[in-house]
């Protein structure tokens, strides 16, 4: 019986938000399900993947609390969750970063509630923290966030090429200067701060930065998803976690990304690859 569980879950079409449409999200949730199967020994029954009205808030987040449940009871020690959407910002929900915003994950049914995001409909990075802190020590969760985390890092080589950046700003100019010029503080920020270390979550880029929805090699992708892949393939999962990063770092820089991709992982797990 196996123990591993994934969701990979990817969103083109927004409900509300029509001309926010991206292309290359669909094809990076395939993408890593294959991956998964390929390399890292998933069935494909043990992989959900999500695409566009598929991938509403709550089937997202049911799908999320039922592979956590799993593993609190002891069913799965090894959890995969890849997300490939817009990121957006909201205002820092909890308070107790005032200085800072949340970064927030757009699903297919996003919508608006007066000045802001209806909570309802957006998955904002503390959400998934408080459900994330509950994986048990001896399970291993790996996440990959394909999104955007602010909007000011379009540069102008982006604008004559076939991309666009994965990121939506906050739907009013009131709800816009609650996040202008606030670093969002991150997931990955989080879940250190708590103390949690046996989580591995790769970031598309900085908290300052847009990620690549981009033609490459005659198809749509996610800049970070299709490298990751690329490189993982190449190397048929031989690499370190950190020799990996590089070599996808490598890839965008030549390939005149501006973005960098982060990882933030317990270094004890970087002594061998993924698996």
């Given at each position: 019986?196996?123990t591993?569980?994934?969701?990979?879950?990817?969103?083109?079409?927004?409900?509300?938000?029509?001309?926010?449409?991206?292309?290359?999200?669909?094809?990076?949730?395939?993408?890593?399900?294959?991956?998964?199967?390929?390399?890292?020994?998933?069935?494909?029954?043990?992989?959900?993947?999500?695409?566009?009205?598929?991938?509403?808030?709550?089937?997202?987040?049911?799908?999320?609390?039922?592979?956590?449940d799993?593993?609190?009871?002891?069913?799965?020690?090894?959890?995969?969750?890849?997300?490939?959407?817009?990121?957006?910002?909201?205002?820092?929900?909890?308070?107790?970063?005032?200085?800072?915003?949340?970064?927030?994950?757009?699903?297919?049914?996003l919508?608006?509630?007066?000045?802001?995001?209806?909570?309802?409909?957006?998955?904002?990075?503390?959400?998934?923290?408080?459900?994330?802190?509950?994986?048990?020590?001896?399970?291993?969760?790996?996440?990959?966030?394909?999104?955007?985390?602010?909007?000011?890092?379009?540069?102008?080589?982006?604008?004559?090429?076939?991309?666009?950046?994965r990121?939506?700003?906050?739907?009013?100019?009131?709800?816009?200067?609650?996040?202008?010029?606030?670093?969002?503080?991150?997931?990955?920020?989080?879940?250190?701060?708590?103390?949690?270390?046996?989580?591995?979550?790769?970031?598309?880029?900085?908290?300052?930065?847009?990620?690549?929805?981009?033609?490459?090699?005659g198809?749509w992708?996610?800049?970070?998803?299709?490298?990751?892949?690329?490189?993982?393939?190449?190397?048929?999962?031989?690499?370190s976690?950190?020799?990996?990063?590089?070599?996808?770092?490598?890839?965008?820089?030549?390939?005149?990304?501006?973005?960098?991709p982060?990882?933030?992982?317990?270094?004890?797990?970087?002594?061998?690859?993924?698996?």
């Amino acid at each position: 019986m196996s123990t591993r569980k994934a969701l990979c879950a990817g969103i083109n079409l927004f409900k509300n938000y029509p001309s926010a449409t991206l292309q290359g999200c669909v094809n990076d949730a395939h993408d890593m399900s294959a991956l998964l199967q390929k390399l890292l020994g998933f069935q494909s029954g043990d992989i959900t993947v999500l695409t566009d009205a598929k991938a509403t808030k709550a089937n997202i987040m049911k799908n999320l609390r039922e592979m956590v449940d799993g593993a609190k009871t002891g069913k799965y020690a090894y959890l995969v969750f890849s997300l490939s959407s817009h990121g957006t910002q909201v205002p820092d929900l909890s308070g107790d970063e005032p200085d800072r915003a949340d970064e927030a994950f757009c699903p297919y049914d996003l919508a608006q509630a007066g000045n802001q995001w209806d909570k309802n409909h957006i998955i904002v990075d503390d959400e998934l923290r408080d459900l994330f802190v509950q994986v048990p020590d001896n399970v291993l969760l790996e996440v990959y966030l394909d999104t955007c985390h602010s909007g000011t890092g379009l540069k102008a080589i982006d604008m004559l090429l076939d991309r666009r950046p994965r990121y939506l700003p906050p739907p009013s100019l009131e709800a816009f200067k609650e996040v202008e010029n606030k670093r969002p503080r991150g997931l990955r920020h989080g879940l250190h701060e708590k103390g949690v270390t046996q989580q591995i979550l790769w970031a598309a880029c900085r908290s300052d930065q847009t990620s690549a929805d981009a033609n490459i090699a005659g198809g749509w992708h996610g800049a970070f998803t299709y490298f990751f892949c690329k490189e993982m393939y190449a190397s048929n999962n031989t690499l370190s976690r950190k020799d990996l990063l590089a070599k996808i770092r490598a890839d965008l820089t030549a390939g005149h990304y501006s973005q960098t991709p982060q990882l933030e992982v317990d270094a004890t797990r970087l002594a061998k690859a993924i698996g």
